[in-house]
């Protein structure tokens, strides 16, 4: 796979504020070993995940960073318990801001980057960004678990349940006269 011709290695701190003031366009990846909470929630990240951000100033004054990450990974399977390859791919678009205060005054369209004073993790945001795109429950697109498991048939005979009323010392109780 070829590299576009303004790509470039991603710095892991940036200055967004500069960056939206001075448009800057991002185009680059991030090693697997750089995003260690996305380890820890996939099995595997199996490529380098790669980024295109643009950092810009909107029309309503916000300083904005938009585009596209994308990231090939495996999850476990909730199924069979085993890896199961999952593409996921983000549509970016962030809000810069310094704090809780200015993020509830972000139109509804962006989300807060909230980064405080002077340099910011762009691993950690496009991290944030990916842990939010993965499936609340993975599973293979194809059948992996035979369907026999799943089967509903009637198996009392195979359970020993006691029919007795677990309520029923309860019962004697009640009946009993009070001295």
């Known amino acids: 796979m070829s590299k576009p011709p303004n790509y470039q290695r991603l710095p892991r701190t940036v200055d967004p504020r500069k960056f939206a003031q001075n448009g800057v366009k991002l185009v680059g990846d991030i090693e697997q070993n750089q995003l260690e909470r996305l380890s820890a929630a996939v099995v595997q990240i199996v490529s380098p995940v790669q980024v295109s951000l643009a950092f810009d100033i909107g029309e309503e004054g916000y300083r904005e960073v938009t585009g596209r990450i994308s990231a090939e990974v495996q999850a476990e399977c909730q199924r069979c318990l085993q890896p199961t390859p999952l593409s996921l791919v983000c549509d970016v678009s962030v809000g810069v801001v310094w704090d ?44 992996c678990v035979n369907e026999a498991l799943f089967s509903s048939a009637d198996s009392s005979e195979d359970l020993d349940v006691d029919q007795s009323n677990p309520f029923s010392v309860l019962e004697q109780l009640k009946s009993t006269p009070k001295k």
Do not use: N, T, Y
Not at 110 to 122: K, Q, R, S, Y
């Open 100 to 143: 809780e205060d200015q993020a509830k005054q972000l139109p509804s369209r962006l989300d807060p980057w909230i980064v405080g004073e002077g340099a910011a993790d762009l691993f950690c945001m496009v991290e944030e960004e990916l842990l939010l795109a993965l499936p609340m429950v993975a599973f293979h697109a194809e059948q």
